[in-house]
């Protein structure tokens, strides 16, 4: 078969929205178009129209016309097969089949209609090859977005923090400024001065003491010096608001008050000390339909950030509950004897610091098993044909590791395209259908030893092997491994160093198939 257009219009002839596949010029488009109503006989039930040089085939919907024009040399099966698969995409962009819905989402259509129709002739596509194809889903760029409004969170956090550094900072200077209207006070104040405020302002304040040791220069470069710290400050906020503008999770002061006990569950990095260490798991896993685990890994890491150059040699205390049978493996730069004999991570070369404002991951560990009492949740899904030619679906979630607590529970149930919306029985939680997806999303707020088994109950048209599979998705702030930092000590001294700590469990892929 040849297409040589395709068109939504409505039923007095209207044409809403046209998609060529040949190349045709605008007037003979608009003309085919408009000789379409006037070939139509109301009086009887057509699908199709034939002229001397090509045929309409077309179907009602509600109040419009699909309709596909094609040569007459066109297999005529063919046509009516193609033209009931274009008539099955319209709703799964259109809510509502009107002139307003099909403008509102004319591109989605027109891209849905060059996947099924490419230079005239049909592609060999289903429905759910076209969603996917149109949709463009690519774990790559999730993953990426993902580390995007991670480093964009930290970087926002590290703006406010340099901002209230430099509020400090001109506090100090004006201070400063306040106690030395009278005169000149020596060398010793300036000195005394820089230890307060950063070596720039120190160095400042001492050169312009010596060399104009009047009263009046002095409060001259206190207030010039607030001025400029002040300056710092706004380019500091300006640059958070350029901020929030370009990540969608980077959000205004007010929202940031109203949502600061998730911030402060989520990532404590508003508070992180001159010391923080950031342990982080992600587990890959895939679990078969009946049952057994087929594989399992957790990979973990503990990474290092130090701010403050007088904390750079330290030492940080690791406690290891593992019974799992984990392996760990320190970083080069990293005494291994000290880590083993100790339980403690510090540089192999004791004189020298940890690098500053960096990163630094120190150790890590991996974990694979096939052993199905190891997993975090398990997933029992049981679908079963019912009398209406559709399914039954019961699922079931277990948390086998009771001292975990898992966070915001997505369990996504993959559904059939075209059948409707799943008849809820009962359920543990909520749910969300993603009409447009075909998926089911039941949602936990937590998962933990009060409510470690939970049940959905739905019914849908579609055949058992349709709802798999399963994946998972959730977030702990305990680790799974059991690994924790005990305490962080100054080589030099042995005196403890004031740290601040942030552990997450995270999913990578998590999949029942």
């Not at 139509?40 to 016309?65: A, D, W």
């Not at 057994?292 to 890491?301: F, I, P, R, T």
Request: proline share 4%; charged share 25%; hydrophobic share 35%.
């Amino acid at each position: 078969m040849v297409l040589l257009a395709s068109a939504i219009c409505t039923k007095s002839g209207k044409p809403i929205l046209s998609r060529q596949f040949v190349e045709m010029s605008r007037s003979r488009v608009e003309g085919l178009l408009a000789a379409f109503p006037k070939l139509m006989n109301t009086g009887k039930q057509h699908t199709f129209v034939e002229t001397e040089s090509v045929r309409y085939v077309y179907q009602p919907i509600e109040k419009l016309y699909m309709l596909l024009i094609t040569t007459k040399a066109s297999n005529i099966l063919e046509d009516l097969e193609t033209l009931r698969l274009f008539s099955r995409v319209i709703p799964e962009y259109c809510r509502l089949i009107d002139e307003t819905e099909i403008l509102d989402h004319s591109f989605e259509l027109i891209f849905a209609f060059d996947e099924i129709v490419a230079l005239g002739y049909r592609e060999n596509v289903n429905l759910a090859q076209i969603r996917t194809f149109t949709e463009m889903d690519s774990h790559e760029e999730k993953v990426f977005q993902a580390v995007r409004q991670t480093q964009e969170r930290e970087a926002k956090a590290e703006m406010k923090r340099k901002a209230r550094e430099l509020q400090q900072q001109r506090k100090e200077a004006e201070k400063m400024g306040r106690i030395r209207p009278g005169g000149y006070t020596g060398f010793g104040s300036s000195s005394k001065g820089s230890d307060i405020a950063p070596s720039i302002v120190g160095d400042s304040a001492g050169t312009s003491e010596i060399s104009k040791p009047t009263p009046a220069p002095i409060r001259n470069v206190g207030s010039g010096k607030a001025m400029k710290l002040g300056s710092k400050n706004k380019d500091v906020d300006s640059f958070v608001d350029k901020l929030r503008t370009e990540g969608e999770d980077v959000i205004s002061p007010n929202k940031t008050r109203q949502s600061a006990n998730v911030v402060k569950t989520s990532t404590p990095v508003s508070n992180m000390e001159s010391v923080h260490i950031r342990v982080e798991e992600k587990i890959t896993l895939t679990a078969g339909r009946d049952g057994g685990l087929q594989s399992m890994e957790v990979h973990g890491m503990a990474l290092l950030r130090i701010t403050d150059e007088a904390f750079g040699r330290v030492r940080i205390g690791i406690s290891n509950g593992d019974r799992k049978g984990v392996q760990l493996q320190t970083h080069p730069n990293v005494d291994k004897k000290l880590f083993h004999s100790q339980s403690c991570i510090g540089m192999k070369n004791s004189a020298k610091a940890f690098p500053l404002n960096n990163d630094v991951g120190v150790l890590k560990w991996r974990l694979q098993t096939q052993d199905e009492s190891l997993m975090p949740l398990s997933i029992n899904c049981w679908p079963s044909e019912n009398n209406d030619g559709g399914c039954d679906v019961n699922i079931e979630y277990t948390l086998e590791q009771e001292e975990l607590e898992l966070q915001d529970v997505i369990i996504y149930i993959p559904l059939p395209a075209g059948v409707g919306a799943p008849v809820i029985g009962e359920i543990d939680g909520n749910y969300h259908h993603d009409n447009r997806h075909a998926i089911l999303e039941w949602t936990l707020p937590v998962i933990d030893a009060t409510n470690k088994t939970g049940s959905l109950e739905f019914s849908i048209g579609g055949h058992p092997n349709d709802f798999f599979p399963v994946t998972v998705n959730f977030l702990s702030r305990k680790s799974y491994c059991d690994i924790q930092v005990l305490d962080v000590k100054a080589v030099d001294d042995n005196t403890p160093v004031k740290y601040s700590t942030d552990v997450a469990f995270l999913v990578d892929k998590y999949e029942i198939v």
